[in-house]
């Protein structure tokens, strides 16, 4: 189900980056310079598919963000519930017994 979710993810966010390039600035910024203000506007049609990219931009920023918090509960997390740190398989040596410096008197 996860990686449904996160296929579902990315085709919105191909179709979001999509809709909001299409749609036309709203200020005189760089696009009013280059563009000639509202002639690009024209030129895709009329104020209806202005308003078509504006919803749809919406519509699927909603779904975006549904699906993206949706997907948290789908994560294989495994069957542990611990810590990683108490929880691991790492074998830790045992301490080795070192020969005391201090000479014992049996062997004297």
């Known amino acids: ?16 980056t999509i809709s909001i390039l299409l749609q036309s600035g709203q200020g005189q910024g760089l ?32 779904m975006f963000l549904v699906l993206c918090l949706a997907a948290n509960f789908f994560i294989d997390r495994g069957t542990t519930g611990g810590s990683i740190i108490t929880g691991s398989n790492i074998n830790t040596p045992a301490p ?10 049996e062997g004297n």
């Open 1 to 16: 189900m996860y990686t449904f979710i996160v296929i579902l993810i990315t085709l919105i966010a191909i179709l979001m």
């Open 31 to 62: 696009s009013g310079g280059f563009g000639g203000g509202m002639a690009a506007n024209t030129a895709l049609g009329a104020r209806r598919t202005s308003d078509f990219l504006s919803k749809s931009t919406t519509y699927l920023g909603t």
């Open 96 to 105: 080795v017994a070192s020969p005391s410096a201090i000479p014992s008197e």
